[in-house]
């Protein structure tokens, strides 16, 4: 049973930064995928960033050049760096994972992924 629980979310001005952590444990898979979502209200869950086992990376272009998906293997964390953030931007955040293969263009779809964290809020103020 994997579980994944979100933290580092919080309210910011509009240009700050912010860095979600993600720290995974209950999988031992060699391959895996995974991602950071979003939801504000009244909008579906969208994609923002994913990383695979071997480090590749997709960014929705929404965030490119301003957010960094990353991972640390050895604390099986993964993180969000995020920058230069938005009033747009405002949403909860969760951290997802799969250890079945997911296709390049599938890697920033919510429906790809079987894991899910509970979310951290991240509010950002104009």
């Known amino acids: 049973q994997v579980q994944l629980v979100e933290s580092g979310g919080g309210s910011v001005q509009s240009g700050g930064s912010l860095r979600l952590s993600c720290a995974a444990s209950?999988?031992?898979?060699?391959?895996?995928?995974m991602g950071w979502f979003r939801q504000a209200p009244g909008k579906e869950r969208e994609g923002v960033a994913a990383?695979?086992?071997?480090?590749?990376?997709k960014y929705a272009d929404s965030v490119k050049g301003r957010f960094t998906i990353s991972q640390d293997n050895a604390k099986n964390t993964l993180y969000l760096q995020m920058n230069t953030l938005k009033p747009e931007d405002t949403a909860m955040y969760y951290c997802?994972?799969?250890?079945?293969?997911?296709?390049?263009?599938?890697?920033?779809?919510?429906?790809?992924?079987?894991?899910w964290g509970q979310g951290t809020q991240v509010t950002v103020s104009s």
């Open positions: 209950g999988y031992t898979y060699s391959t895996y995928y």
């Open positions: 990383i695979d086992s071997g480090g590749s990376t």
């Open positions: 997802a994972a799969e250890g079945k293969y997911i296709s390049w263009w599938a890697r920033l779809l919510p429906t790809a992924y079987k894991s």
